[in-house]
């Protein structure tokens, strides 16, 4: 499978925008890539994906390299809501449809 | 408002005693899953279900049984809990989509306790 590196924790301001970086360099041509997060006591929490194009939706933006090998959501204005754990997962349709969580980017963000 | 749902939300039992987890969803999803989430480990799939009368084991399934009689239902059977099984549980369903790519929807998680 397709592994996904991300930092361990990141900072931001309220108010500010959020650069949350994900490496994949050995993603495939059919991977998708996911993004969810988690905000503490609750379930994962779809976010984005894409495939090729960079995406954007009333939660965030994707931005994803040309080589695939790396892709970026941006949140555009950083809320204390949305310190949250932060998952980028690549997926390709097998049937079985798992999402493989690593540690994620714990997001902190400050008032 | 579309959702899943689990009962309980908490739960301490013994070891030994059996029980069942229920999750529900309203989205008439076909595809429905659990995960267990533990600490240093992310989020591990137990078991799937593609539709009604299908499921399949996932990464963690040893100690878990499920069943899909409908849809939109999708319970999780401890026949006999024992302590390893504290975990945070968490069903998930999503529509399967032929381009590959989907969402999956969460529950909001059950806090199980076996002492």
């Known amino acids: 499978d397709a592994k996904t590196t991300q930092p361990n924790s990141m900072e931001s301001n309220e108010e500010e925008p959020v650069h949350l970086p994900c490496n994949h360099s050995t993603i495939s041509g059919t991977d998708y890539i996911h993004w969810y997060r988690q905000l503490p006591s609750q379930g994962p929490e779809y976010v984005i994906h894409?495939?090729?194009s960079n995406v954007n939706n009333r939660m965030a933006s994707l931005a994803i390299a040309e080589d695939r090998k790396s892709s970026t959501l941006i949140l555009h204005r950083a809320t204390l809501r949305d310190a949250a754990v932060y998952y980028c997962?690549?997926?390709?349709?097998?049937?079985?449809?798992?999402?493989?969580f690593g540690k994620g980017t714990r997001l902190s963000v400050i008032a | 408002e579309a959702q899943v749902t689990q009962n309980p939300r908490y739960l301490i039992t013994v070891t030994g005693k059996k029980l069942t987890v229920t999750c529900s969803q309203n989205m008439n999803h076909e595809y429905m899953s659990w995960y267990r989430q533990d600490p240093g480990l992310g989020l591990r799939q137990i078991y799937y279900?593609?539709?009604?009368?299908?499921?399949d084991k996932g990464d963690v399934p040893e100690g878990y049984k499920v069943s899909r009689k409908e849809k939109r239902n999708f319970p999780l059977i401890l026949e006999s809990p024992s302590p390893n099984q504290t975990s945070l549980y968490f069903c998930?369903?999503?529509?399967?989509?032929?381009?590959?790519?989907?969402?999956?929807?969460f529950g909001p998680g059950t806090r199980l306790t076996v002492t």
């Open positions: 998930a369903s999503s529509s399967h989509r032929p381009d590959r790519s989907y969402e999956q929807y």
């Open positions: 279900s593609m539709n009604v009368e299908v499921t």
């Open positions: 997962i690549l997926t390709f349709f097998s049937g079985n449809t798992p999402l493989v």
């Open positions: 894409g495939l090729t």
